[in-house]
């Protein structure tokens, strides 16, 4: 089993730019998160999917959107970027409620 | 949504000595309370988690404690060793599996 598997590890985008990064996990869960972590302020949780077909806004979701696209996917995509979204992201995935949530191994995001 | 606090932001410890995380949580519906280790440059991994129905979970040198009237809860490390050092988050979950973090504790072990 691969885990959570991100893609891409790095990018930099010039101001404007879009983009989506990719997610995906092989071990069924239902539930799938995407966080982004800066410096000094920990992993705040962008947007999240209970379940396939449901997402919800977390904590910081201005400026970017997500699509469930099957159990396994759950993308993230900055229509405009911008140098504040300059941070690295980290998907995450678990099972039933009340259960371990797997990271993947991140991507880190450059707005220039 | 739920609001996750960690306290202190920095600890050191000499090693062998023990170190105490502590975090409150805002959203009384929380039921799972995760702590979770990251290396520099790595992702984060569990290291252990506790439900509402437990007060106290240990695993070898690690202990979480959970005090639900209160709102708050506490990882322990005990003989603390050089390969302990990393940062720890504090996270909760509600019944929607909404799950936040709190800020994170950068924790160094002087040899």
């Known amino acids: 089993n691969a885990g959570v598997t991100q893609t891409p590890k790095f990018q930099v985008l010039k101001t404007g730019q879009s983009m989506t990064l990719q997610c995906a996990q092989d071990?069924?869960?239902?539930?799938m998160y995407w966080y982004r972590q800066d410096p000094g302020m920990g992993l705040r949780l962008i947007y999240y999917s209970a379940s396939e077909g449901t997402t919800d806004k977390g904590e910081v979701p201005n400026g970017y959107n997500v699509s469930r696209l099957n159990k396994r996917e759950f993308s993230l995509r900055l229509e405009s970027a911008a140098p504040s979204q300059t941070s690295v992201y980290f998907c995450?995935?678990?099972?039933?409620?009340?259960?371990?949530?797997?990271f993947g191994q991140g991507t880190r995001l450059t707005v220039v | 949504g739920e609001n996750v606090e960690q306290h202190p932001s920095t600890l050191s410890v000499q090693e062998g000595d023990s170190a105490v995380i502590k975090c409150t949580y805002s959203d009384s519906a929380s039921n799972y309370f995760p702590w979770y280790k990251q290396e520099l440059g790595k992702r984060p991994q569990l290291i252990i988690d506790i439900r509402s129905n437990v007060g106290e979970k240990k695993d070898q040198r690690i202990a979480v404690t959970l005090n639900k009237t209160a709102k708050h809860f506490s990882l322990h490390i005990t003989e603390t060793q050089p390969e302990d050092s990393a940062v720890y988050f504090c996270a909760a979950m509600g019944g929607n599996n909404r799950l936040a973090f709190g800020k994170g504790n950068q924790v160094v072990v002087i040899p």
């Open positions: 995450a995935s678990s099972g039933q409620s009340y259960t371990e949530a797997f």
């Open positions: 071990m069924n869960h239902n539930s």
